[in-house]
């Protein structure tokens, strides 16, 4: 009998398995077996010609109608041309050459029917062009009595697999049907109440219902057996890991009545927000806990996330703790440095005022500099330490971290988390994580389903609303040619502009690439704009006499923090960069915002560039220029970013136009998603059900010992390279 870890190359013969593996990477029973079906075919379909791309590699099924033996051109010899119909009279047509067309013209009679396989090709004249399969493979269906094939065919949805250009669907259904046959006992890690309760099938039958389905009935049951499972597995992978933090020692950090805290709440010179002290009070008990806090603070862009920060960071400081910032770039290290000692003014200084000091730890700092923040650090002089990556090195030292403050987690994996965890000693500190991208319900229960998630989405009085507008400066140069007189307008009235671009400058993707255009063509689109380039020919062009700067990652550290500095002190009238001002950047000054190129940016990077800016009262203006054609998925994109101002909205829009994979960060790490039938942005009832009767179980039974098949499927999946972005929540 053949087991579910058992290798393909023991249950089937050698040259399949090997196929199986090179051209899909299946490597094992289990893993063919969760190569599910994409499609299923019905008697007489063929794929819609109209849904059909050349190129493509395609499966169709039909009937062949008649069969025609043409002459060669420009040689002797005949080849071999079949029609394939179907019921709806759509048709495509084979080419056979050679000794093959002679080989097969006596099995492709008309009538028979079966499955073509190959890559699609456009022929014939412009007016009446056709589609052809050249040598496709092809299985025919045996209509003799009793033959499985023909009475599949007739009566059942005939599976489609994913497949490529060296092993067929066919071939793949044939090596499942072997498994499937030879198939063992199978364990279901699913228990047999939540099956009951949910009303799902067992796992063995799941797996031939979607397989060899009697009907789409069997289809549909087996893939809700089968997404559940993904749901469910992959939330008791999280709730597993959030119940053993919560299980962690930590010292607590209490509110106190009179320290930093109360003193920097009377100094504040606005009222907090209904959001920001709700979420303010969730935090302080988290920290009042001698369990470690795990919470993701998510907000609007401009919600006054670093405020609820700050006043977390005192309370933790009031009670004899540090707490450290980490922020993904120098230049948010340094906003961040600044806007903190900013705010807290003079009990920032430390000393006599009983304040405490605040400390910057970058990478490239001087070494005096460096030499001074870490003695802060060891020492406990500084009671917040701002930094970067710098942070996480051996030797920076905290004489107590209490706190520490994760700023845009989506650019930090568990590795560095953990890292600053170690540097509590035997206690954990509290985690915070922050972000500025507006998540979707079914991404916080998945890729941050081990924290609590507090949100904030009603922003600050003062906030002003910000205007977007799509500038297609292909279709309309003027447009464009306005878009620089409104910053001369903006500039004269003693405002500031940022204009940001895809890149830096040459050698950094100047080649360009290839993009569909709205016929679903392929042109070659031209090299992304530079700053490098953009800067000096706005400067000596529609922007001459303004004062234009430029700011990038390539700058020396001291020179990227003048540049900012300039620009916060309004020395600058024009900042053109890169995305390194996309978050936490705020210059209350600035009131317009111009991305060229705006098609190369997602759509939460747009949403957040936007928030730059109408910051201080001021109206906002957000530009976003593109070549991009109308009716096409770009402008559509920009078109949706300048209809709203709501992030989640637009992080609903994010998720549509991504594949699950790239939501769970699979796709930048280069590995399969585990999810193969789950989709985030359908399956939310799935998800938070499977979410409930995660936590109900682990809660009850947290090793699992009543239920070693579903503890061996999560070890499975956690050990597996292919669940890394678990760990990069």
Not at 394 to 415: K, N, P
Not at 455 to 477: C, D, F, M, N, Y
Not at 684 to 712: N, S, Y
Request: glycine share 10%; hydrophobic share 45%; aromatic share 4%.
């Amino acid at each position: 009998m053949t087991r579910f870890d058992e290798p393909l190359g023991r249950a089937l013969d050698p040259k399949t398995a090997k196929l199986l593996e090179g051209a899909l990477g299946l490597s094992t029973v289990g893993d063919l077996l969760r190569h599910y079906p994409r499609r299923y075919a019905e008697r007489g379909e063929l794929t819609e010609i109209d849904s059909l791309a050349v190129d493509e590699h395609v499966t169709v099924v039909g009937e062949v109608s008649r069969t025609m033996r043409k002459p060669m051109r420009n040689k002797s010899g005949t080849w071999l041309e079949v029609e394939v119909v179907d019921a709806r009279q759509s048709r495509i047509y084979l080419a056979f050459f050679g000794k093959a067309s002679h080989a097969v013209e006596t099995r492709l009679q008309p009538g028979r029917r079966g499955m073509f396989a190959g890559k699609v090709g456009r022929f014939g004249s412009a007016t009446r062009p056709r589609w052809q399969l050249a040598h496709p493979d092809f299985e025919l269906f045996d209509e003799s009595e009793g033959d499985a094939s023909a009475a599949e065919f007739a009566t059942a949805p005939v599976p489609i697999y994913p497949a490529g250009k060296d092993i067929s669907s066919w071939v793949i259904r044939r090596a499942v049907g072997v498994v499937l046959d030879t198939l063992g006992p199978l364990p279901d890690p699913l228990p047999a109440a939540l099956r009951a309760r949910e009303s799902l099938p067992g796992l063995a039958a799941a797996l031939v219902a979607i397989h060899r389905p009697r009907d789409f009935a069997d289809v549909n049951r087996a893939r809700g057996r089968l997404k559940f499972d993904e749901a469910f597995v992959l939330q008791a992978v999280l709730v597993r890991r959030r119940l053993a933090a919560a299980a962690w020692p930590a010292k607590a950090r209490p509110r106190s009545d009179d320290g930093l805290l109360a003193a920097f709440d009377d100094r504040l010179p606005f009222a907090l927000t209904d959001g920001q002290r709700e979420v303010g009070e969730e935090i302080a008990a988290d920290l009042a806990s001698a369990h470690p806090m795990h919470r993701l603070l998510q907000g609007e862009v401009g919600a006054g996330k670093t405020v609820v920060a700050l006043r977390a960071m005192l309370q933790v400081v009031d009670a004899g703790g540090q707490a450290v910032l980490l922020a993904p770039t120098e230049v948010l290290a340094q906003q961040h440095h600044r806007s903190i000692s900013a705010m807290l003014g003079d009990l920032a200084s430390g000393g006599l005022l009983g304040g405490t000091t605040v400390a910057l730890l970058t990478g490239s700092m001087g070494a005096a500099a460096r030499r001074t923040a870490l003695l802060d650090a060891a020492s406990g002089a500084a009671g917040i330490v701002v930094g970067t990556h710098a942070v996480l090195q051996d030797r920076v030292q905290f004489a107590d971290l209490g706190l520490v403050v994760v700023d845009e987690q989506h650019r930090f994996g568990v590795e560095q988390r953990d890292a600053l965890r170690e540097k509590a000693g035997d206690t954990r500190p509290h985690v915070l994580v922050m972000t500025a991208t507006p998540i979707p319900r079914t991404v916080a229960m998945t890729v941050f389903g081990d924290l609590e998630v507090s949100t904030l989405s009603q922003l600050p009085a003062g906030r002003a609303p910000i205007g977007s507008h799509v500038v297609p400066a292909a279709e309309k140069p003027h447009y464009l040619d306005r878009t620089w007189e409104r910053i001369r307008e903006e500039v004269g009235l003693g405002r500031q502009v940022y204009i940001v671009c895809p890149r830096i400058g040459e050698q950094e993707g100047d080649e360009g690439d290839l993009t569909p255009d709205k016929n679903g063509q392929a042109e070659e689109r031209r090299p992304p704009l530079a700053v490098t380039e953009v800067a000096p020919m706005l400067a000596g062009g529609p922007l001459a006499g303004l004062r234009v700067e430029v700011l990038h990652g390539r700058l020396d550290p001291e020179e990227k923090d003048a540049v900012m500095k300039s620009f916060t002190d309004g020395e600058i009238d024009v900042l053109v960069a890169t995305t390194v001002i996309e978050v936490g950047v705020d210059v209350p000054n600035a009131s317009v915002m111009v991305i060229m190129d705006a098609d190369r940016f997602g759509v939460s990077q747009l949403h957040q560039l936007r928030g730059r800016v109408g910051r201080g009262g001021l109206p906002g203006l957000c530009l976003l220029v593109t070549d991009s054609p109308a009716a096409t998925p770009a402008r559509a994109r920009l078109d949706a970013v300048a209809a709203t101002l709501d992030g989640f909205k637009l992080s609903q829009v994010d998720l549509e136009q991504r594949r699950e994979g790239d939501v769970l960060g699979v796709a930048q790490s280069g590995r399969k998603s585990s999810l193969r039938l789950l989709q985030l942005l359908r399956d939310e009832e799935v998800i938070a059900t499977a979410r409930d009767e995660a936590t109900e179980l682990l809660t009850a039974d947290p090793e699992l010992a009543g239920h070693p098949t579903l503890r061996a499927e999560i070890d499975r999946l956690v050990a597996d390279e292919r669940a890394e972005f678990l760990e990069k929540t």
